[in-house]
């Protein structure tokens, strides 16, 4: 059921402490799943329509990043050097599997549309692939800098990622290999990186808070298959994510200002500038869209999340429980169809 079947009303936040809902036989809703990673170590999963938090991981690390399965499965938690997958429908607090390769900080997870393999991007310039049946790396490359994000295009077959150096690059898995690099601000480090769900553009935020935008060609296309229609300032500070919604109709921009700001993306790629999300008192770390794209959830480091009705621009839940900076979120809120016999 998506999250917006789950709100129905702009009813006050519900808190609850990190155990309310914890017991032996702890049983998670598995319709939507909202996880957060803390600076506290600890992995929080949250009813995303009530506020409360019905599960905690505790002692789990660094977290850099979390990344829900499609098939809403496991949540992959890239904590220091490495990947913990967890087991969403257990109450255990040990990983199911641990993905150990990297020599530094892996600061980017995500799945492929079947959850078969998964990505990840590090700080010791590699990006690799994993298997979801092993803990061995299928597959190495050199980024040859730093990586901030790792992207996989709808179609699957390719990956993007953009780095320290400022360059942006397109993996191609056929080839095995980096087809196509982009540097649009020169040395100037690219944080985050974003295709668009229908494969139609690019989007990639800067550390300067600048916003590049892509069109992308038809690989049956002349020409270069990234051409580029917009470059414009979102935020004057550090630009920490760049997210455009599932229907495309949106662009999240996040911030060390403090704010999260709504973009019309418009037929033409205009993004003119819709609504400023104030509330949060730090740095706004990290944002995931809901299925439906009316609702948006961000991750402060002002200890708190906060569930946004993107229409209005109102927090409709905060969620209150760590103790330290929230860096990272994800939301899964997907309808998946019950197998056949059911």
């Known amino acids: 059921m998506p999250i917006d079947s789950k709100i129905r009303s702009r009813a006050s936040y519900v ?36 506020g409360i938090c019905s599960r905690t991981i505790p002692g789990v690390g660094q977290i850099n990043r979390l990344c829900i399965s499609p098939d809403k499965r496991f949540v992959a938690a890239a904590v220091h050097k490495k990947v913990h997958i967890y087991e969403i429908g257990s109450a255990s607090t040990q990983p199911y599997i641990t993905f150990d390769g990297h020599t530094d900080n892996v600061t980017s997870l995500a799945f492929q549309g079947e959850g078969h393999w998964l990505v990840t991007g590090s700080e010791d310039s590699s990006i690799r692939i994993w298997d979801m049946r092993s ?12 990586v901030n994000d790792v992207n996989i295009h709808p179609n699957q077959g390719e990956l993007i990622s953009c780095d320290q150096s400022g360059s942006i690059k397109q993996w191609d898995l056929a080839e095995n290999a980096c087809v196509y690099e982009l540097a649009p601000a020169g040395p100037v480090p690219i944080r985050s990186v974003n295709f668009a769900s229908d494969g139609t553009c690019l989007v990639a935020g800067s550390n300067k808070g600048r916003v590049y935008v892509w069109k992308i060609r038809d690989e049956r296309e002349l020409g270069d298959r990234y051409v580029a229609v917009k ?11 760049c ?31 819709s609504k400023t ?16 794209s009316a609702y948006l959830v961000t991750a402060s480091s002002d ?34 169809p019950l197998p056949r016999g059911r």
């Open 15 to 50: 808190g609850g402490s990190s155990h309310q809902h914890q017991s032996q036989s702890y049983q998670q809703d598995l319709s939507v799943i909202l996880v957060t990673g803390s600076y506290d170590h600890e992995i929080r999963f949250w009813e995303a329509w009530s």
């Open 135 to 146: 803990a061995h790396t299928q597959r190495n490359y050199d980024n040859a800098s730093p």
């Open 303 to 336: 200890h708190v999340a906060r569930l946004w009705e993107v229409a209005s621009g109102e927090t409709v839940r905060q969620y209150n429980g760590h103790h330290k900076a929230v860096v990272c979120c994800s939301l899964n809120d997907v309808s998946i």
């Open 231 to 241: 470059k414009f300032d979102a935020h004057s500070k550090y630009l920490t994510k």
């Open 243 to 273: 997210l455009l919604s599932p229907d495309v109709k949106y662009l999240a921009t996040c911030s060390a200002d403090t704010t999260v700001k709504i973009w019309d993306v418009g037929e033409n790629y205009e993004f003119k500038h």
């Open 277 to 292: 999300l104030t509330g949060h008192q730090r740095w706004v770390w990290d944002a995931a869209f809901s299925a439906d």
